[in-house]
């Protein structure tokens, strides 16, 4: 489950770069997905909704096995 969530976030990264900001997969545990946001996207006041409504969302949509998504410092 891993390479798919790293594949899906793959997808979604032009986004979040084109804005200055990124990122990582950190780990993939029982269909929880923790992130690190990164550059511009760190800190951001509307990072939680980056999270939720852009990442969170997509991997849901291509993932079904996804349950959730955390960021991470």
């Keep these: ?12 990264r032009p986004v979040l770069q084109r804005d200055g900001g990124d990122v990582e997969l950190v780990e993939v545990n029982d269909g929880v997905v923790r992130v690190r946001l990164q550059g511009a996207c760190k800190g951001c006041p509307m990072s ?18 996804v349950v959730r998504v955390e960021g991470v410092d």
């Design 1 to 12: 489950m891993q390479q798919k969530v790293q594949e899906a976030i793959n997808k979604i």
């Design 48 to 65: 939680q909704m980056t999270l939720r409504d852009g990442i969170e969302k997509f991997l849901k949509k291509e993932i079904p096995e």
